[in-house]
């Protein structure tokens, strides 16, 4: 069982940069998958970008949204039992609360299949 929990949050403008982090909680943090989603004001939680774990078939395998490609890279550092989201070229529709969440096996989008969740941080981005 992990608990994730998420920093690095914050307001930018357009064009720039932040860097968020999920360090969750327990002794078999590489074999969970690892997800990022966000959640604007009056939308469906989406899905951002997610790593697999390290025991499963394509560990290590790296997955994003379509709206985020080239833009954000997610990794992970198991040692630290940390995930990252590095949020480049910002724009202002990238607006929302970033969820990280955790689940065994691999990455799906759909954020009913992930168990353990964040509290989330907001995300502001200024035109």
């Known amino acids: 069982q992990v608990q994730p929990v998420e920093s690095g949050g914050g307001l930018v403008q357009a064009g720039g940069s932040l860097r968020l982090s999920c360090t969750a909680s327990g002794r078999t943090f590489s074999s969970y998958a690892m997800g990022w989603f966000r959640q604007a004001p009056g939308n469906e939680r989406q899905f951002v970008a997610g790593?697999?774990?390290?025991?499963?078939?394509?560990?290590?395998?790296?997955y994003y949204a379509d709206s985020v490609k080239g833009r954000f890279t997610i990794s992970r550092d198991n040692g630290k039992n940390t995930v990252y989201l590095q949020m480049n070229s910002l724009k202002p529709e990238d607006t929302a609360v970033y969820y990280c969440?955790?689940?065994?096996?691999?990455?799906?989008?759909?954020?009913?299949?992930?168990?353990?969740w964040g509290q989330g941080t907001q995300v502001t981005v200024s035109s």
């Open positions: 969440a955790a689940r065994i096996g691999s990455v799906f989008e759909n954020p009913g299949d992930f168990g353990y």
């Open positions: 790593i697999s774990g390290f025991s499963w078939r394509g560990s290590g395998s790296i």
